[in-house]
């Protein structure tokens, strides 16, 4: 057999029983539904040595009683070539759970597929699924008597969408802010507090935001209103951010710690 040919062969057995390795330890993990062995276990996955990270993105209440998580783990194998040059292979982790148990999980790693001439799309291809349908509605009941909104699932899980103002290096606000703002000038309470119910963390705080300043220029809220105002600040975890500086994640104090009720 060619030299050449060999040595990618046992480079394409190499990497994946690595990457198979990877997997079977996260399923492994996941499988147990046992919230605090998975942190555990991503919190000492990074492994500068096996080139192997873990970082999440979003970990936050999404009620008093239930979480969500994305976490993002990476594999990197150097060209043997060029050490310099690295394949990359990156896996998705998304998880709600309740103070102790994950209640749903969905492992995918990250491909691309192609639709147009020179534009490609990311998208995951789904390794492992959980879903506990009991539990997934004791966290929708759970919502509605914290914030009295359904649950909207299509606004789980979203890490790109940012908090802040004046952002980046020219000092523009979000599209999230110019909204905000907006209704803060029509004197909109109910629209904002429409958006107070959202299933998206970011959105509730710029719906904070709004209630914030509204205060400030005279307005009082209600027994039930300062309730579920108070539902959302007592929210911990991280919130995406930018504030004069790059989008980074933080802790959601950064944002909220302004919004005196």
């Not at 994946?16 to 046992?34: F, H, P, T």
């Not at 239930?66 to 060209?79: H, L, Q, V, W």
Request: charged share 25%; with cysteine.
């Amino acid at each position: 057999m060619n030299r050449q040919i060999l040595t990618i062969l046992i480079g394409v057995l190499f990497t994946s029983n690595i990457l198979g390795q990877v997997q079977n330890d996260v399923k492994e993990v996941l499988a147990n539904k046992d919230l605090a062995s998975f942190i555990s276990f991503a919190d000492t996955l990074s492994n500068k040595e096996k080139r192997i990270t873990c970082h999440c993105t979003i970990f936050r209440d999404l009620t008093s009683d239930f979480k969500e998580g994305i976490f993002y783990i990476t594999k990197s194998f150097p060209d043997t070539k060029n050490p310099a040059i690295s394949s990359v292979y990156t896996f998705r982790v998304r998880l709600l759970a309740d103070d102790k148990t994950i209640i749903y999980y969905e492992l995918g790693e990250k491909n691309y597929k192609k639709i147009k001439k020179k534009e490609w799309v990311t998208y995951y291809d789904t390794l492992a699924f959980y879903s506990n349908d009991s539990l997934l509605e004791m966290l929708q009941q759970s919502f509605i008597k914290s914030f009295g909104a359904e649950l909207n699932k299509n606004e789980l899980f979203i890490d790109d969408f940012v908090y802040g103002e004046a952002c980046g290096i020219i000092g523009e606000d979000p599209a999230g802010k110019v909204l905000i703002d907006k209704l803060v000038s029509k004197k909109n309470k109910e629209e904002l507090f429409r958006i107070l119910g959202s299933t998206n963390f970011e959105k509730q705080v710029y719906a904070l935001d709004g209630l914030w300043q509204l205060k400030e220029n005279g307005f009082t809220y209600s027994t039930e209103e300062l309730k579920v105002i108070k539902n959302v600040l007592n929210k911990k975890g991280t919130i995406f951010y930018c504030h004069g500086c790059p989008h980074s994640w933080q802790n959601v104090i950064i944002a909220t710690y302004k919004f005196k009720f």
